[in-house]
């Protein structure tokens, strides 16, 4: 549990934020993290942030993903 919440309803939350938007969730992650790293200097802990973020929410199917990157 996460302050009031639990993990489950942030997860919703957020999967529902995606959906407004027609966003796949792992694309946009995929691709945030990419930019960071072309960069000539990137800033580590954006990337590691953005990592962290994306396990946090993924769902139970999805942590079977490769979410390494």
Partial sequence: MIGKKKLSEIQA?????FAKQGVDPEEWFASRIAKLQAKKQPDEREVEALQLLRKAIA??????????Q
């Fill in 13 to 17: 939350d957020v999967a529902t934020e």
């Fill in 59 to 68: 769902t139970a199917d999805d942590r079977e993903l490769d979410l390494s």
